[in-house]
């Protein structure tokens, strides 16, 4: 009989914001009602839902259910599940600790919060024994943060590498198999809905970087944030990048890399690579996103698909909302941060990789000889060199491709600005990332 009771009991869920994911969310909790409701063993009742504007037109929404005062729903003593997605810093913060305080169990797609300051987050949830879930705030409807919080906890990550913005991919995939230009694909961004209003989070990598943070967070159980990650977008790419990619067999994408340093330090970066045609990560087209791990003992992985979207996101949501919901049914709570290993950060200019080095040069003999100098001298140990008539055939100037084996990032930049001193090489050396050993 006391079952009975218990199971007809709603568990009562406040929900922060109904824009593009918040709207997707609401319109699922209640058409898919007596589903959820099998599930978690309880029913579900959306008690509220946070906006800016009550006269914006919401279809399928109840106006009853809308309020401008968050705060006030969050601290209802009877709400047990709040749902974040307003996005940005504040008043999203203040909002989840506020519920957490009043003993609701928290469920966010807010990678800009946790990036910045999820450490407070989770603190707080601990204290208070509920659970903070987050699986929509990297890579969308994609199951990453469940993987590496729980499947793969029992096993050594050695690197996560991913393609966690599809704003960027998009347009990165346009210009490679279109031959299109930066400007005009991001205006096919954007009027395909795929870019912010102010597309600067996406392609100056702020996006990237956050979720970045988050993955080796998880990855290695240390607390890592966004401003630990070195971050560089893709405004700078241009078609002659995409090109010289293209005949090197590989093509850019924007990678978030995660990875452990010889030293043990966490190793973490945004910026635009080129990623050879047999890597898993070369294939991914336009918006898609995916993320790549390397473990000790699983070996490699890889998880692909819809990085962004009302619907795809809100299945991430709602897949979090379950679980924590089934979590309050058995009186239990999941996983809390796990920063136990507490590794430093490697200084970005000890970070390794290889390096595709574009230069401009005077067509004479020895010039290419002192170039090889200037890597020597920094001991940074050449892999491939290519060289093109570099200004459409005048016959006196060649275009210099130099690949490198992997070299420390600090060496290769002092390459960069001796090499910029010869008198032989022209202005607008360009130097990209190549992934792999
Ligand atoms: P939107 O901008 O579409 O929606 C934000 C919602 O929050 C709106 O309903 C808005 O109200 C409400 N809101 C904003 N500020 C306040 C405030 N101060 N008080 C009350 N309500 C407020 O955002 P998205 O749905 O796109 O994103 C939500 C979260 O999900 C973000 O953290 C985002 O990073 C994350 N995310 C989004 C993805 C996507 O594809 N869109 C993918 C993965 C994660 P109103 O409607 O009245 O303006
Ligand atoms: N603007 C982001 C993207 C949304 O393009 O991937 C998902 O975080």
Do not use: W
């Not at 919060?113 to 601990?126: E, F, W």
């Not at 996406?202 to 970087?209: K, Q």
């Amino acid at each position: 009989m006391k079952d009975v009771i218990a199971t007809s009991t709603p568990l009562k869920v406040a929900l922060l914001g109904c824009g593009v994911v918040g709207s997707q969310v609401a319109r699922i909790l209640i058409t898919q009602a007596d589903e959820l409701r099998a599930r978690i063993g309880r029913p579900l009742e959306l008690v509220g839902i946070a906006v800016r504007d009550l006269a914006k037109d919401r279809p399928g929404i109840d106006r009853a259910l809308l309020t401008t005062d968050g705060e006030e729903l969050v601290q209802r003593a009877d709400v047990d599940l709040v749902i974040e997605l307003l996005g940005g810093i504040e008043p999203a913060r203040s909002l989840i600790l506020a519920a957490i305080g009043a003993g609701a169990s928290v469920i966010t797609a807010n990678k800009a919060l946790l990036a910045s300051d999820g450490g407070s987050i989770y603190a707080a949830a601990a204290e208070q024994g509920v659970d903070v879930y987050y699986e929509a705030a990297v890579a969308g409807a994609i199951p990453i943060i469940r993987p590496l919080r729980e499947s793969l906890v029992g096993d050594e990550v050695l690197a996560v590498k991913g393609i966690v913005n599809g704003t960027t991919n998009f347009i990165l995939d346009k210009m490679h198999t279109a031959g299109e230009s930066f400007p005009d694909v991001l205006a096919e961004a954007q009027a395909l809905g795929y870019a912010e209003a102010d597309p600067t989070a996406d392609v100056e990598g702020h996006d990237a970087a956050a979720k970045a943070a988050i993955l080796a967070s998880l990855a290695f159980h240390s607390r890592v944030r966004l401003s630990d990650v070195d971050r560089e977008g893709i405004t700078g790419v241009t078609l002659a990048d995409i090109e010289a990619a293209r005949e090197m067999g590989c093509v850019i994408k924007l990678l978030a890399d995660c990875s452990l340093s010889p030293d043990g330090s966490i190793a973490v970066g945004v910026h635009p690579t080129m990623v050879p045609l047999s890597h898993p990560l070369a294939s991914i087209p336009g918006a898609y996103n995916a993320v790549f791990i390397e473990s000790r003992y699983a070996g490699r992985l890889m998880f692909m698909g819809p990085g962004a979207g009302g619907s795809p996101t809100a299945s991430a949501v709602l897949g979090d909302l379950v679980t924590a919901a089934r979590n309050r049914v058995r009186g239990a709570i999941g996983p809390g941060e796990s920063a136990y290993s507490a590794r430093g950060i490697t200084p970005s200019g000890e970070a390794r990789s290889r390096y595709y080095v574009s230069l401009l040069v005077e067509d004479e003999p020895g010039v290419l000889a002192k170039v090889a100098a200037c890597f020597a001298a920094h001991g940074v140990s050449l892999q491939a060199v290519r060289q093109d008539a570099g200004d459409g055939g005048a016959g006196d100037r060649a275009r210099l491709g130099v690949r490198t084996h992997t070299a420390r990032d600090a060496d290769v930049r002092a390459t960069l600005a001796e090499l910029e001193q010869l008198p032989e090489v022209g202005p607008g050396i360009t130097v990209m990332r190549v992934e792999g050993r």
